[in-house]
């Protein structure tokens, strides 16, 4: 193959692979802080250790403890998201033109798939910490809509991500 046809490609490969690793880190911490924020404080459906039965959020010591483990959680997301960023940072500081915006939008969802994927089987199937909406009818099927989101997020992120991938190639 020509010297003219590979360095295209590989501009290709890098401007679509560079920015996985970060968008997916960047989408697992913003999908942990959609949850905290959205599920633990703005509704208040859960907490973290909500069904677990030593940490009931109906007494005080129970909140306490709830609001620290998710407080925890949060700190873990939010680095997630700053190694993200330091990951995308180190790998675009010579390439910042090279870097396909779709594909890293498409990795970022991805990663906030992965997120509720893990969460939801881990937490709410496996352990059994807490539910996505605690005490309401259908408790089930708040947690199984909440998967079925995951696998909508994974897999429109990893197609947004391939059509970003072929802008480049178009492109090129």
Same mark, same amino acid.
């Given at each position: 193959?020509?010297?003219?046809?590979?360095?295209?490609?590989?501009?290709?490969?890098?401007?679509?692979?560079?920015?996985?690793?970060?968008?997916? $880190?960047?989408?697992?911490? %913003?999908?942990?802080? #959609?949850? /905290?924020? !959205?599920? +633990? @404080? &703005? *509704?208040?459906?859960? =907490?973290?250790?909500?069904?677990?039965?030593?940490?009931?959020?109906?007494?005080?010591?129970?909140?306490?403890?709830?609001?620290?483990?998710?407080?925890?959680?949060?700190?873990?997301?939010?680095?997630?998201?700053?190694?993200?960023?330091?990951?995308?940072?180190?790998?675009?500081?010579?390439?910042?033109?090279?870097?396909?915006?779709?594909?890293?939008?498409?990795?970022? $969802?991805?990663?906030?798939? %992965?997120?509720?994927? #893990?969460? /939801?089987? !881990?937490? +709410? @199937? &496996? *352990?059994?910490?807490? =539910?996505?909406?605690?005490?309401?009818?259908?408790?089930?099927?708040?947690?199984?809509?909440?998967?079925?989101?995951?696998?909508?997020?994974?897999?429109?992120?990893?197609?947004?991500?391939?059509?970003?991938?072929?802008?480049?190639?178009?492109?090129?």
């Amino acid at each position: 193959m020509p010297e003219r046809q590979v360095r295209p490609r590989l501009a290709e490969e890098e401007a679509t692979s560079r920015p996985r690793a970060p968008g997916i $880190l960047i989408g697992i911490g %913003l999908g942990g802080f #959609v949850d /905290g924020i !959205v599920l +633990h @404080q &703005i *509704l208040q459906w859960h =907490h973290l250790l909500s069904s677990e039965g030593d940490y009931p959020k109906t007494t005080v010591r129970g909140l306490e403890d709830n609001t620290l483990a998710d407080g925890l959680f949060h700190a873990a997301t939010w680095v997630a998201v700053a190694v993200g960023i330091l990951l995308l940072w180190r790998r675009t500081a010579n390439w910042r033109w090279a870097i396909s915006g779709q594909a890293f939008f498409g990795w970022v $969802l991805v990663g906030w798939g %992965l997120f509720n994927l #893990v969460e /939801g089987l !881990v937490d +709410h @199937q &496996i *352990l059994g910490l807490h =539910h996505v909406r605690e005490g309401a009818g259908h408790q089930t099927a708040y947690d199984l809509g909440f998967l079925a989101l995951s696998v909508l997020l994974i897999v429109g992120g990893w197609l947004v991500a391939r059509l970003g991938e072929r802008d480049i190639a178009k492109t090129s």
